[in-house]
């Protein structure tokens, strides 16, 4: 076989390089910190220092990231839940561990290079935590194809959805499955050949690709060749379909049928299949970067030609040929991961997805109007401010309908002659989002429109760009971020002229304004014209925007400068109160828990006997239920139907309970590398829904997990006798007047 040669454009690691740029980044921060203090967005000091260490306190983030994707994969394996469900569930699974590899290993492996020794707070080195993750992730691998093949597949083929191999195929679906190869995949195809004059082709990010060796007959020299299989082809061709039954071949089977023809005069000894991951998580040098968008951009490039941390290769592939790849992707032996059969299962919600197959998923859910917003049939739509001014409101996505509510609000503020300005932070939204089609509208017909465009979003950098072009182009004031932070905070706030003088009305969120997400994840949002909250939110705009070191807030809780501060006093009157006697409680959801000052801090409360309950969807360092330690807090997970997302906070506060719903996480980077704002809800109808809402998660004996003081978790067991409690159900019928909250005691 001809020996490449390593291709020109393929970037290695450069450990020495590396290291140069720490430093540089390190002389960077002091710059950074001054800018910072000038905008009044320097960090809040920690308050305290960490009093603990190693893994008797902490649970790797790592592996408790896994264990997050272990419970998803339990869904998949739920044989309760929907055949479609299920399959949808075992892709979610897939794409979870690619972004994994992308940011979390990928990360991993950079401080590995770089000669990174310290320890975790849980005491782990990146050597340490790679070889945990090689193991959790070799085990999960096994278990969710085991998972695919044994069960999904015959499952799937007893109600008439059949996945086969091109040998498998009646002559009429081969014929079929020749047309389309002729028709549809050989005219896009490029095969690129590997000699003295072809280098080894570079490999993209999660492309899926055959290693062919080759063999001239009248030489029997050996050559190799890769043919990189079309994304933009359906993975899974489907060549026969008749009522209630499918039959689809996976693109490559066919592919690899007809390979010859790519290579007349040539004999095919091997075809097989392998897929790179590419690191995504390369570290900017933000502080000295004199065009921020310029250096998005440049990384953007550069994580094209980032250093492989996976290879998927087809078990199957003679040795001899694993070790030439292996060898000419620059790799070692443990980022390699052998498969046997179909590679890159994410692919499978292309069958999720199947039309006429309604019967194999759940009911299709369709949000519904918020009952603020209703109104007779007999009388006018009233807009969103009227409704605004009558007192303050909350949406729960995707219950409540984000299109006649969060969207609304912005549509209807573009067309209102009245109104005079918009502004918006945007973390993610869709790829033909309306609200930025409003937004740009709003700029054209004359308003002052500014938006806040975090272009620092992981994997939605390119798109963040392009809005953040094209809103400029309108006339929208666009604010590219900062340097050292991430806007993440998620506010909307409309300025109009009304007979009283300018009024301001907002909206406070959870999560990002996503008409697309906004079906699938949970979130709320807050709709008000509080005086005091809509001069906050006016104060924070100013803030990004300008300079205000002196800069506070009536009662929003605002990061980097403000959140820690303000948490460790909440948490710090419940232990206060705890030491009085007097009842004692903290019930926190989130996404995921990591910050160790945080964790450290609710230990306290835990030994001074407060109660505290954390529903956390994912990460979770805290250990829970250790004597003399947590015995007094519980941490629950919440996985089905809808992605958990939003952030709630309750304190008991000595009776006088306190709810607080925003953006951000207990997580270092939330507290200290972003700016997010968490506001207050006052309204007791509001604070009623919350009380409801958090029971609600509490009680759940169908969808809740527990998570046990060695870092397992555990299903909440429902009690013989006990009503069947299910979030996600509950909540629908909930906001379809089937059900009417009746709070408890949280």
Known sequence: MKKASLSPDEITYDPIEEQKKRKARKRANKKKNEILKKKGLHKDPRSSNLEIFGSDYFLNYEISWLKFNERVLAEAKNSKNKLLERLKFLSIVCSNLDEFFQKRVGGLKRQLMAGVKELTVDGMTPSDQLKEVRNEVQEMIETYRNCFFEELIPALSSKGIHIK?????????????????????????????????????????????FAIELSNPRTQERFFARLKIPANRPRFVQVHRHKDEVVLVPLEDIIKQKIGQFFPGMEVLSAHIFRVTRNASLERNEEEAEDLLETIEDELRERKFAEIVRLEIDAKMPRHLKKYIIGNLNIDWHDVYKVHGIIGLADVMQIAKLEGFSRLKERNWTPVLHPALRHPADEEIPSMFEVIRRGDFMVHHPYHSFELSTQRFVEEAANDPNVLAIKQTL????????????????????????VLVEIKARFDEERNITWAQKLENYGVHVAYGIPGL????????????????????????TGNYHPDTAQLYEDLGLFTNDEDLCSDVTDIFNLLTGYAPDQSFEKLIVAPKHMRKSMNELIDKEISEARKGNQARIVAKMNSLEDPLIIQKLYKASQEGVKIDLIVRGVCRLIPGKKGMSENIRV????????????VYYFCNGGNDRYFIGSADWMHRNLDDRVEAITPIEQPELKKYLQFMINLYLRDNKQRWLLQEDGTYVRAQRAKGEEKVKTHKILMNHTKNLLKPIPQQC
């Open 165 to 209: 191999s091109y040998e498998e195929l009646s002559d009429f679906q081969k014929s079929v499955s020749d047309r389309y190869f002729q028709k549809q995949i050989y005219p896009i195809v490029t095969p690129l050949a590997v000699d003295e004059a072809h280098p080894f082709p570079f490999i993209s990010n999660k492309s899926l690709s």
């Open 427 to 450: 973390y993610r939204t869709s790829k033909d989002s309306p609200l930025m089609h409003s937004l740009m509208k709003a700029a054209e017909e004359g308003k002052q429109v500014a």
């Open 486 to 509: 991430k806007i993440h905070t998620k506010l909307t706030m409309v300025v109009r002229e009304e007979e009283d003088g300018l009024k301001t009305y907002c909206h406070i969120g």
């Open 636 to 647: 629950h997970s919440v996985i089905g139907r809808f992605l958990e997302h939003s952030r």
